[in-house]
Nanobody, 120 residues
Framework: HVQLVESGGGLVQPGGSLRLSCAAS????????MGWFRQAPGKEREGVAA???????TYADSVKGRFTISRDSARKTLYLQMNNLKPEDTAMYYC???????????????YGQGTQVTVS
């Protein structure tokens, strides 16, 4: 049973930083593509960053140069370091996983419950 639990969201001023964490359990962590998605009120969910099992990363254009995805395989934890935050980054952020290699932001099988990030 795959479980993804996010933490680290909160309220931050524009230009500030936050680090999101996602604790994963219930599967062979190293065999999965891991990602972060976000959804703002009234908008569709969008992919933010993805990290393949071989270390390759993918970022949405809107966050390139500001966000960094990483993971600690020993702790089965995924991170999203967010710097220079902007009001338009305000959203619920979700951790996600899919078995196998990343295919951009498509075909993710599992999502966490989300953690709210508010930039104001």
């Amino acid at each position: 049973h795959v479980q993804l639990v996010e933490s680290g969201g909160g309220l931050v001023q524009p230009g500030g930083s936050l680090r999101l964490s996602c604790a994963a359990s219930g599967y062979t962590y190293s065999s999965y593509c891991m990602g972060w998605f976000r959804q703002a009120p009234g908008k569709e969910r969008e992919g933010v960053a993805a990290l393949d099992s071989d270390g390759e990363t993918t970022y949405a254009d809107s966050v390139k140069g500001r966000f960094t995805i990483s993971r600690d395989s020993a702790r089965k934890t995924l991170y999203l370091q967010m710097n220079n935050l902007k009001p338009e980054d305000t959203a619920m952020y979700y951790c996600a996983a899919r078995l196998g290699y990343c295919l951009s932001f498509k075909y993710f099988d599992y999502y966490g419950q989300g953690t709210q990030v508010t930039v104001s």
